[in-house]
């Protein structure tokens, strides 16, 4: 196994610790994950762009994917995102909230 297979394994071993984790350290979790995701897409439509060979189905999905986790990273900053990854019923209180910026 290459270095960037255990490094992706290792960053998504991380973030599957936020199940058990406060929401808090959840929250960051997932938007790091995330973010970690947006790096890698750009880089592999980097590569996938520079290689000759490049196919446009290769290109289609690196776009795609990465419209999707910007999409995923931009709802994971708003408050209401937050919010969503608390594991009780009703959400958590505006005084929670507020001490999580």
Same mark, same amino acid.
């Given at each position: &196994?290459?270095?960037? !297979?255990?490094? =992706? ?8 610790? %936020?199940?058990? &984790? !406060? ?11 995330? *973010? ?5 897409? $750009?880089? %592999? $439509?980097?590569?996938? *762009? ?5 196919? @446009? %189905?290769?290109?289609?999905?690196? =776009? ?13 900053? $708003? !408050?209401?995102?937050? *919010?969503? =990854?608390?594991?009780?019923? %009703?959400?958590? @209180?505006?005084?929670? =909230?507020?001490?999580?910026?």
């Amino acid at each position: &196994m290459g270095a960037r !297979p255990r490094t =992706l394994a290792a960053v998504l071993a991380f973030a599957l610790a %936020g199940v058990v &984790m !406060p929401a808090r350290a959840a929250w960051a979790l997932a938007f790091g994950a995330t *973010v970690f995701a947006v790096v890698g897409f $750009l880089v %592999g $439509l980097k590569f996938t *762009v520079a290689d000759p060979s490049g196919r @446009t %189905g290769d290109i289609a999905y690196h =776009l795609a994917g990465l419209a999707l986790l910007l999409v995923s990273a931009t709802l994971l900053a $708003l !408050p209401q995102g937050r *919010v969503a =990854l608390t594991r009780r019923r %009703g959400g958590i @209180t505006h005084r929670e =909230l507020a001490g999580n910026r």
